[in-house]
């Protein structure tokens, strides 16, 4: 167990719908990280927060938001859902005072977001 | 479980093999590596991590290796068991940056 925790595990839902996705980090963990694997790009970094503010962003679409509140937890918000936005949606979190680079990456279980 | 790729490189061993994985990265500014076993159904699971001022480290059952000069890494895993099948990244690092980019994974595939 990695003490990062991801619900919902699994999500079914439509296209043009709009989901969100909780990240509770590890404890003490400053830092959220939203992965995106599919089958044919592999993980891919999505977006990083510290400390509740953005701290990197990579290829995340303008339909996907994402925001770290005061208690350290991450929500991401995937809206006007297409087939492609299926995929398994993982949220990390660093180690401790994590403002440095070089830190691992400790994962969650992932959320299996389904779009039909 | 899902899965995590339908064309990944794959390496079939015996139990009790040694098994050797390897990853080629481009960006010379990385300088922080790790591996990463992923089960079906389950996140990446850190494995081993190494800097760039150290060829190479070892863990239990677990060596990386890094190659500067080709951009290298590799993963060795002795004495392969059945629990070690699973998909294997590589993760790179590169300096100034605080994400990590992780390459396609390599599938691992032990046979009692």
């Known amino acids: 167990d990695s003490g990062v925790t991801q619900t919902p595990k699994h999500l079914i839902t439509a296209t043009g719908q709009r989901v969100t996705l909780r990240c509770s980090p590890r404890?003490?963990?400053?830092?959220v990280y939203w992965y995106q694997q599919s089958l044919d790009q592999g993980l891919q970094f999505l977006i990083q927060y510290y400390n509740g503010e953005e701290r990197a962003k990579g290829n995340i679409l303008e339909r996907f938001s994402a925001q770290q509140f005061p208690d350290l937890h991450s929500e991401l918000n995937l809206s006007s859902l297409e087939l492609g936005d299926s995929a398994l949606y993982f949220c990390?979190?660093?180690?401790?005072?994590?403002?440095?680079?070089?830190?691992?990456?400790?994962f969650g279980s992932g959320t299996q977001l389904s779009v039909l | 479980g899902e899965s995590v790729g339908l064309h990944l490189p794959t390496l079939s061993v015996q139990e009790g093999d040694n098994s050797i994985i390897n990853c080629a990265y481009s960006?010379?500014?990385?300088?922080?590596f790790i591996w990463y076993k992923q089960e079906s159904g389950k996140g990446p699971q850190f494995i081993i991590d190494?800097?760039?001022?150290?060829d190479k480290r070892q863990g239990q059952r677990v060596t990386v290796l890094l190659n500067k000069t080709v951009k290298h890494l590799s993963l060795q895993i002795a004495a392969t068991q059945p629990g070690d099948s699973a998909v294997y990244f590589c993760a790179e690092n590169i300096r100034g940056y605080s994400t990590l980019t992780f390459g396609k994974g390599t599938m691992l595939l032990v046979s009692p």
């Open positions: 404890s003490g963990d400053l830092s």
């Open positions: 990390a979190s660093s180690q401790p005072g994590a403002r440095a680079t070089n830190e691992k990456l400790f």
């Open positions: 190494i800097r760039s001022n150290m």
């Open positions: 960006n010379s500014a990385s300088d922080y």
